[in-house]
């Protein structure tokens, strides 16, 4: 096992994976020195891992956040800096010193401070999907000029690049096609003609994963398996039709590659972020990560069935959006966001988000310029999300 200090920055710390990141770092002391933390605003939570991991410094979203931890932080004498904004937090990805990043920020907000990471060099531990459905080629081409190490940490990918050998040069002439497992969330089984009454307490109910509220969501609709086939196309250099999806209930199995002499390799393990997390980590090493190990002999069984198209529709849109336009994929993220957010707020029904999601992606499809930069990604991202609220009134108005 190394010795060697890594120098870590955690990137949306107060969330389910970068609270399950500091859990896997304090099982190892002497192994990891925190150097950063940000958060949007959960300023009782972040305080919480100030006491504990006394980082350097820390990044929030408001002024008015980081004044209250500020005071917080001196009344316990605690001497962590605190910033704030978006330009702050890609200096803390950045930072000279720092090996790893764990990118845990949900959403498009991320991929900023997740290229600043990669043009940086950095051990990029990547749960932020949205860099890559939003960023694509552009981010890995930040990867490459930077030379940083991108680790998959959803446990789906993580499942893939633990299945895969170390010399990427061999992976096409290897594999035939991979297979991400998806549980099928709370309504699976549920008949798609009642799914229009879902609320969101119901949706954010998922049977395996404890997850944030919008990730849930995602999952209950499929479109995080959607966005994840659209990571798994640019992390893994593959055609959008060598990536197959199969509903597997039990999350036991998270994910497979199937190889051109037919045989099938798989990571398997219980249902728990530490995993796939500790692996990140400690690559190519591994470490203990906090998970119960999975006993077969309490298996009921592991089952398969392929997704029902009409329970969920928006699977199909990552083939679509990556058959599309440069820039669909981004489209339909920001798009997706902006719905589960009416969603959750009470302002758009469970269905309403695929029509959301779909309409986006079909009204961008011929109104797509040159995407060359973040700076157009970033525009893009702003008109997709200003043409999805205009859906989203156009729906509560009917």
Request: hydrophobic share 50%; aromatic share 4%.
């Amino acid at each position: 096992m190394s010795t060697i200090v890594q120098r870590l920055v955690i990137l949306g710390s107060t969330g389910s994976v970068g609270s399950s990141t500091l859990d896997v770092v304090a099982r190892h002391p002497g192994r990891f020195e925190v150097v950063g933390l940000s958060a949007m605003q959960r300023v009782d939570v972040l305080l919480a891992q100030c006491r504990q991991f006394k980082p350097r410094l820390v990044v929030l979203g408001s002024e008015a956040a980081a004044r209250q931890l500020r005071a917080s932080l001196v009344a316990e004498g605690l001497r962590t800096e605190v910033h704030v904004g978006a330009k702050a937090l890609c200096d803390l990805a950045a930072m000279p010193g720092v090996d790893s990043v764990m990118a845990a920020i949900v959403g498009a907000a991320g991929l900023p401070a997740c290229m600043a990471a990669a043009r940086a060099g950095k051990r990029l531990l990547l749960a932020n999907k949205e860099a890559l459905v939003v960023g694509g080629a552009l981010f890995m081409q930040a990867v490459a000029d930077g030379g940083a190490t991108l680790l998959p940490i959803d446990s789906e990918h993580s499942a893939i690049f633990q299945c895969l050998p170390e010399d990427r040069s061999t992976w096409h002439s290897r594999i035939d096609h991979i297979v991400l497992t998806a549980s099928g969330g709370p309504f699976r089984t549920r008949d798609p003609a009642t799914l229009h009454d879902v609320t969101p307490e119901q949706a954010v109910a998922h049977p395996n994963w404890v997850m944030g509220r919008k990730i849930s969501v995602d999952s209950a609709t499929m479109m995080n398996k959607a966005l994840e086939v659209i990571e798994a196309r640019w992390l893994f250099d593959l055609e959008p039709d060598r990536i197959r999806v199969v509903i597997h209930p039990q999350s036991i199995i998270h994910s497979m590659v199937v190889c051109r002499d037919a045989s099938v390799l798989a990571q398997l393990g219980t249902p728990d972020m530490r995993v796939p997390i500790a692996y990140g980590l400690s690559f190519p090493e591994r470490i203990e990560s906090g998970a119960l190990q999975l006993d077969f002999l309490k298996l009921a069984g592991l089952s398969f069935e392929p997704p029902d198209p009409q329970r969920f529709p928006g699977l199909q849109l990552a083939w679509d959006a990556l058959a599309a336009p440069v820039g669909s994929t981004a489209v339909l993220n920001a798009a997706n966001e902006e719905a589960v957010a009416a969603f959750l707020a009470g302002t758009l029904s469970f269905t309403g988000i695929h029509s959301v999601n779909a309409a986006a992606v079909d009204h961008f499809a011929s109104r797509l310029g040159p995407v060359a930069s973040i700076d157009d990604l970033l525009d893009l991202d702003r008109r997709a999300r200003e043409r999805a609220h205009l859906t989203i009134r156009e729906y509560a108005a009917a």
